[in-house]
């Protein structure tokens, strides 16, 4: 069982085990509910939200009822400028393995490279496929090229 400790009205502490000791009572966890209670400490319940399409949880707000404390997620509409911020900041993710992808195989194209002139064009394909990522429409469903001599994994 879990606990949500309140003073003033406030919930102070919540989603929390009773304490042994608190307060100068030993055996705390004991109590009966109603001591808990005046003592401020109530059960505690979660309430998820249902979340739509097109919304976000934005907080969480508290009932106080009886002997048990509910908190509640708080949603809200999501903003076209979150939208936009939320793929801004995908494509810097792509664009961040992509150039790392990219570096890891630049040794792949020097001249002493262990590679036939056959497997040196597959690195150099790969490598185009990595530079034209950002081509396609949508950062969320990248579809990745394969390294020369792996097997797919996605």
């Known amino acids: 069982m879990k606990y949500a400790y309140v003073k003033d009205g406030t919930v102070k ?3 929390i085990v009773l304490p042994v000791n608190w ?5 705390f966890n004991l109590l009966d509910e109603e001591s808990l209670k005046n003592f401020g400490w109530y059960k505690y319940k979660f309430v998820n939200a249902n979340v739509p399409d097109g919304y976000k949880v934005v907080g969480s707000h508290y009932d106080i009822i009886e002997n ?3 908190e509640y997620e708080d949603i809200d509409i999501i903003t ?3 939208i936009l911020d939320s793929i801004n900041s995908m494509w810097v993710n ?4 992509r150039n790392i992808e990219l570096l890891e195989s630049d040794w792949t194209q020097v001249l002493d490279s262990p590679f036939t002139e056959e497997e ?3 690195w150099q394909t790969y490598r185009q496929s990595l530079r034209d990522i950002t081509l396609q429409s949508d950062p969320f469903n990248i579809v990745w090229p394969i390294k020369p001599g792996t097997v797919n994994e996605q």
Not at 94 to 97: A, D, F, G, I
């Open 23 to 27: 307060s100068n009572v030993s055996n």
């Open 120 to 122: 040196k064009e597959e």
């Open 68 to 70: 048990e404390v509910i």
């Open 94 to 97: 792509v664009r961040s393995r």
């Open 80 to 82: 076209e400028q979150e």
């Open 13 to 15: 502490e919540k989603n």
